[in-house]
């Protein structure tokens, strides 16, 4: 049973840093390609950033420059480093997965999703 398992949510003041993470069970974790999605309330959940098999990463250009996805195979864990955080960034953030694809054809569209993890809050103050 694939099992997706966030953590390392929180409120942080505008400006400040938070790192999530995604551990992951149940499947080859090498076999998936891995991505962060966000939830604001009233809004339609978003990606934010995605990450193939081999470690190359796509983002949203709300993120870019301040987002890092990262992944650690052999733990079967993912990380999204956030810095320079804003208020609009508070979210819900949810860990997801699919099927392995190639890089230039994956998308920050959660419909290609189909695993998803509970989500963690993230709440950042001006």
């Known amino acids: 049973q694939v099992q997706l398992v966030e953590s390392g949510g929180g409120s942080v003041q505008a400006g400040g840093s938070l790192r999530l993470s995604c551990a992951v069970f149940?499947?080859?974790?090498?076999?998936?390609?891995m991505g962060w999605f966000r939830q604001a309330p009233g809004k339609e959940r978003e990606g934010v950033a995605v990450i193939d098999s081999d470690g190359r990463p796509s983002y949203a250009d709300s993120v870019k420059g301040r987002f890092t996805i990262s992944q650690d195979n052999a733990k079967a864990i993912l990380y999204l480093q956030m810095n320079s955080l804003k208020p609009e960034d508070t979210a819900k953030y949810y860990c997801a997965a699919r099927q392995r694809q190639r890089w230039s054809l994956l998308r920050l569209d959660p419909t290609d999703f189909g695993y998803w993890g509970q989500g963690t809050q993230v709440t950042v103050s001006s």
């Open positions: 149940g499947y080859t974790y090498s076999s998936y390609c």
